[in-house]
C-alpha cells in the first residue's frame, strides 16, 4: 500500500512539474513574442518617421507645414519617454496638414506627391497594424501573468512588466471615416 501511495504521489509531483515547467515555457515565448513585436512597432514608427521627413523636404509643402512636420517627426524618432505623446503630436499634425480641404489637390499636379502620400498612407497602416499586435501580444501576456500559479510561483521570473503602446494613430480628420474601416488613412 505504501508503495501505490508513493507512486501514485510521485506520479502527481511529476504531472504537476511538468505543468509548471509548460506554464513558465509559455510566459517565456509570450515574453519573446512582445519583444518582436514591440520591435516591430519600433521599426514601423521610424519608416513613418523617415517617410514624413521625406515629405518635408521635398518641397511638396509649404515652409511652415515642411518644418513642422519635420521637427516632429525627429522628436518623435528620437524620443525615448514620451514617445507616445511624441508619436500621437506627429499623427495630429499630418492630420492638420493632410486634412486641410483641398490639402490633396494643392499638391497632386507635383511630381511625385501621389507616391510620397501613398507611402505616407501605407507606412501609417503598418503603424497601425504593428501597434494592435503588440497590444495584443501585451494583453495577452498580462492575462498569462495575472494567473494564479503564474504569481505564486513566479513564472515570469525578472521579466518587466510589458505595458500597452496607445497612441493617437488616425489620419483622417473627425468624421471622414469613409472607407468603413479603422484603418488610417488620409482625406482625399
Known sequence: MTLAVALIVLAVLAIA???VSW?????????????????ALDAALVRRSSVVLEIASSGLLDPAASLLLADL?????????????AESDLTRALRAVFGQPGSRASIEPIEGADELVAELESTAQQVF????????????TLAARRRWLARVMRLAGGAPLPEFFEIDDTLAPNGM????TDMPHLAS
Open 17 to 19: 512539474g511538468v505543468y
Open 23 to 39: 506554464r513558465a515555457g509559455r510566459l517565456d515565448r509570450l515574453h519573446a513574442r512582445v519583444e518582436t513585436a514591440r520591435a
Open 73 to 85: 517627426a525627429h522628436d518623435a524618432r528620437g524620443a525615448q519617454r514620451g514617445r507616445e505623446l
Open 129 to 140: 497594424i504593428a501597434r494592435k499586435f503588440y497590444n495584443d501580444a501585451v494583453a495577452v
Open 177 to 180: 471615416t469613409d472607407q468603413g
